[in-house]
């Protein structure tokens, strides 16, 4: 089955960084605009960067990410990576990729992101 895979969270101290990884099984990410999004408990699923399906691969960002978030494509490897940076408790959530506007059955099981001391 065609899916998207995240992977990277773990728990880090406010101030430090995760890179995640959305892999594309079956779905070639290469020509598709993919963005990042995340949840928390009781909140809708927000937005949070997404890269151009262009060659250009412009990049946009929430504000709340912007300056410490990146996003950034390995066509040759099929995969989107979300380096975060100076991460803050308030980054604590789920994170899942997909393509943007989302397909409803690419939203996998996302990567769990703790951000405490």
């Known amino acids: 089955q065609d899916r998207l895979v995240e ?4 728990l880090v101290r406010p101030g430090g960084s995760l890179n995640l990884t959305c892999a594309g099984i079956g779905v070639t990410l290469q020509n598709q605009t993919v963005a990042w999004f995340r949840q928390v ?4 699923r927000e937005w949070i960067a997404e890269i151009s399906r262009n060659v250009e691969g412009e990049a946009d960002y929430r504000d709340s990410v912007m ?3 990146t996003i950034s ?3 040759a490897k099929n995969t989107v990576s979300l380096q975060m940076n100076d991460l803050k408790p308030e ?11 989302p397909r409803h ?3 996998g099981q996302g990567t769990q ?5």
């Open 41 to 44: 408990p009781d909140k809708e």
């Open 113 to 117: 992101v703790t951000v405490s001391s």
């Open 73 to 75: 494509r390995d066509n």
């Open 7 to 10: 992977s990277g969270g773990a």
């Open 91 to 101: 980054d604590t959530a789920i994170y899942y990729c997909n393509l943007f506007p």
């Open 105 to 107: 059955d690419y939203w």
């Open 67 to 69: 300056g410490r978030f």
